[in-house]
């Protein structure tokens, strides 16, 4: 493992999240285009990530791609991953790295279609990544080294914020920023529609409302306080917003939040539990 700025990178299924995680890294200079190549499957596809990025990309060519490669992305959707893995295990050596991005896919799945033991890492990006706000969490199985556990959240940071977890709290990362954006996208939504029903134009309610959430979290990370002491700081007695979060609370809406994450960790628990079993079966048959 390289750590000295010269790593080279595989991402193996550059769509949404895949080609979200090539122009974050290129972006922040943690590879040049000459030190990354991306599979994709279709060469329209291609074509169009090589234009974008300036560096190679092609449709399919996953065996070629990895040979040379530090770390290895494996972007696909999670039940193409075992297959992936399959593919390119003769072509693995034991001091290369894969980083799984497949939400409910555990790390043994991979572990099991390898040839001989190697670092794996699995990882739980959201969407905002796409604009280098990702919340990204990360666990790793016991070949990973520690120093190869900091070029992963090195190259992680690069589109984010990266936290370290227990793989067995994978599913409360999906739960919680993997699901978490349309949440707040939904936040967002009411917001703009409180806005309209109020007379402010469409314009007005969406840029106030974008810049609100935006500016909250903001001062959250900055400031280093608690959510609870910043809502008090704008709390006045008999104002407006001690009615409002009145209102909010009579609506149950700091509850619902936790059952929906709670139930969204449940729900990829059980997805992951369900695929492991399925995958599992197609192994023994």
């Known amino acids: ?30 590879v ?34 990895v040979q040379g490669a530090h770390l290895i992305v494996l972007a696909t959707k999670p039940h193409v991953v075992p ?3 399959e593919e390119i295990r003769d072509v693995l050596t034991p001091d290369q790295v894969l980083i799984s991005l497949a939400a409910a896919l555990p790390m043994v799945v991979i572990e099991k279609r390898l040839r001989e033991a190697m670092p794996v890492f699995r990882a739980m990006p959201n969407i905002p990544v796409v604009v280098g706000e990702g919340a990204v969490g990360v666990c790793a199985n016991r070949q990973a080294k520690p120093e190869q556990r900091k070029v992963v959240e090195e190259m992680f940071r690069a589109v984010g914020v990266v936290c370290s977890v227990e793989e067995d709290m994978m ?31 469409r314009e007005v309610s969406t840029k106030l409302a974008e810049q609100t959430v935006l500016g ?70």
Do not use: W
Not at 171 to 200: Q, R
Not at 219 to 242: F, K, Y
């Open 1 to 30: 493992m390289q750590e000295d700025g010269n790593n080279r990178v595989a991402i193996l299924g550059a769509g949404n999240m895949g080609g979200a995680l090539l122009g974050g890294i290129l972006k922040s200079g943690f």
């Open 32 to 65: 040049k285009p000459d030190q990354v190549v991306a599979t994709t499957k279709s060469e329209e596809h291609a074509r169009v990530m090589r234009e974008k990025y300036g560096c190679p990309v092609t449709a399919g060519g996953n065996r070629a791609a």
């Open 83 to 85: 297959l992936v893995v």
């Open 171 to 201: 599913d409360a990362v999906t739960g919680l920023s993997g699901s978490g954006p349309a949440y707040v996208y939904m936040v967002i939504e009411a917001f703009i529609a409180g806005g309209l029903k109020m007379g402010l134009s």
């Open 216 to 285: 909250a979290a903001r001062h959250v990370q900055n400031s280093m306080l608690h959510p609870a002491i910043l809502r008090d700081e704008v709390t006045t007695p008999g104002g407006t917003t001690i009615v409002a979060i009145h209102e909010l609370e009579r609506h149950g809406l700091r509850s619902m939040l936790i059952s929906a994450i709670e139930t969204a960790t449940r729900h990829a628990k059980e997805r992951s539990q369900a695929l492991a079993k399925k995958l599992d079966q197609e192994d023994e048959g």
